[in-house]
């Protein structure tokens, strides 16, 4: 595995080209949710990997949402960002922009969970409680279900990705509540 970059210089990337605080937010909830991942999945020696993944994924998105995947290779070497760091970024919007294909466990992870997080979290805030803490899978499904609610949150790319890691949807849509669930605390401290 190539050196990578540190998740300080990973962080000052990210918001060299984020200031929307939902895009930063998304980025360390993302971050966050392949850190767990990493450890739950057997990867713990290659957590910071998986994360900085998480963190950059959208490192292009607000500034060239049009070019999503597209610039980032470009923004992503300037920062000093390795190759094998670029390809499993771009693996995230396979099928959307790009034909880099989730090949290794971690990009086919980050593919099916990007989109989710982003349904998780919208689900969230329509709780009083504003958090995923408690939150439970039977209340997600019913929020999943409804086409409406977060209509930006590609089912067919969640459902996509659960195909590729071979696992049943309710799994996927517990395991990153789960994830959510354990890192919403350092993300909300980190997002202020």
Same mark, same amino acid.
């Given at each position: 595995m190539e050196k990578h970059i540190s998740r300080e210089a990973a962080l000052e990337l990210l918001k060299k080209y984020n200031k929307d605080p939902f895009h930063l937010h998304h980025a360390l909830t993302v971050e966050g949710v392949m850190r767990w991942y990493a450890k739950?999945?057997?990867f713990a020696d290659e957590e910071d990997f998986w994360g900085i993944v998480g963190m950059l994924h959208d490192i292009d998105f607000e500034m060239y949402p049009e070019e999503h995947c597209i610039k980032a290779p470009e923004l992503l070497r300037e920062g000093g960002v390795g190759e094998e760091m670029i390809h499993a970024i771009c693996s995230h919007a396979y099928g959307m922009h790009v034909d880099v294909k989730p090949e290794h466990l971690m990009e086919k992870v980050l593919f099916t969970t990007d989109e989710l997080t982003g349904l998780i979290g919208a689900a969230a805030l &329509?709780?009083?409680?504003?958090?995923?803490?408690?939150?439970?899978?039977?209340?997600?499904?019913?929020?999943?279900?409804?086409k409406a609610f977060a209509a930006g949150c590609s089912r067919e790319v969640?459902?996509?990705g659960a195909e590729m890691l071979g696992w049943p949807l309710d799994e996927v849509l517990q395991k990153t509540l789960d994830a &959510?669930?354990?890192?919403?605390a350092i993300v909300a401290e980190e997002s202020l």
């Amino acid at each position: 595995m190539e050196k990578h970059i540190s998740r300080e210089a990973a962080l000052e990337l990210l918001k060299k080209y984020n200031k929307d605080p939902f895009h930063l937010h998304h980025a360390l909830t993302v971050e966050g949710v392949m850190r767990w991942y990493a450890k739950q999945l057997g990867f713990a020696d290659e957590e910071d990997f998986w994360g900085i993944v998480g963190m950059l994924h959208d490192i292009d998105f607000e500034m060239y949402p049009e070019e999503h995947c597209i610039k980032a290779p470009e923004l992503l070497r300037e920062g000093g960002v390795g190759e094998e760091m670029i390809h499993a970024i771009c693996s995230h919007a396979y099928g959307m922009h790009v034909d880099v294909k989730p090949e290794h466990l971690m990009e086919k992870v980050l593919f099916t969970t990007d989109e989710l997080t982003g349904l998780i979290g919208a689900a969230a805030l &329509m709780r009083p409680s504003k958090s995923v803490q408690d939150m439970e899978l039977k209340s997600l499904k019913k929020k999943y279900k409804v086409k409406a609610f977060a209509a930006g949150c590609s089912r067919e790319v969640i459902e996509q990705g659960a195909e590729m890691l071979g696992w049943p949807l309710d799994e996927v849509l517990q395991k990153t509540l789960d994830a &959510m669930k354990a890192c919403e605390a350092i993300v909300a401290e980190e997002s202020l």
